[in-house]
């Protein structure tokens, strides 16, 4: 009997894409058929990568990783894009205590807007835990270094945006 793919949505700025990121996807890919990861446009949050920049970075890092993911830019509800995609699941990392608050909310209300699609939380890996976008920008701003935390080729692209 052939049943339904499970579509998951994996929503996020990406700005840049980190290790913890790709850890996340990494391990969201198997639990699902289809991995959509959404980029979102996010002007809100001023990002240092244009929307287009960060597709093609987070496209360039997951294509070793799995055949059955997609990257796709969205701009609307997060719920309205996961229906579109079809899915049944968002996936989102929980890092520290300080993430859980703004998880928890935002699961609780995605859920009275569609209480079909089921938010599901990975635990951060131990070692990834402290990685965020944020912080590696900051340090890079500082000078300091960034490979412990991003993709190689994101060292450079994190590089060239800040001398450019
Ligand atoms: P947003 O603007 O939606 O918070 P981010 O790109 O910062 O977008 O994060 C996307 C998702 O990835 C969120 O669920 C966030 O908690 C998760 N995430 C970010 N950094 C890490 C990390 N180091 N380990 C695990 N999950 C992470």
């Keep these: ?35 959509v990861i959404g980029v979102t446009t996010n002007p809100s949050k001023e990002p240092m990568f244009t929307v287009a920049e960060r597709l093609a970075m987070v496209r360039r890092e997951v294509a070793e990783l799995a055949a059955n993911i997609d990257v796709v830019e969205f701009d609307s509800l997060l719920m309205d894009f996961a229906e579109a995609q079809g899915a049944s699941l ?6 520290a205590v300080a993430d859980f608050e703004y998880e928890f909310q935002m699961a609780g209300m995605n859920q009275q807007l569609n209480d079909d699609i089921e938010t599901v939380f990975l635990m951060a890996d131990v070692a990834l835990q402290p990685i965020a976008s944020r912080l590696v920008k900051e340090i890079a701003r500082y000078g300091g270094d960034i490979s412990k935390f991003v993709p190689a080729a994101v060292v450079t692209d994190v590089r060239a945006k800040l001398q450019g």
């Design 90 to 95: 968002i996936l989102r990392g929980l890092r």
């Design 1 to 35: 009997m052939s049943r339904r793919p499970h579509i998951g949505v994996y929503p996020g700025t990406f700005d840049p894409i980190t290790l913890g990121h790709v850890d996340i996807i990494r391990r969201g890919a198997h639990l699902v058929d289809r991995l």
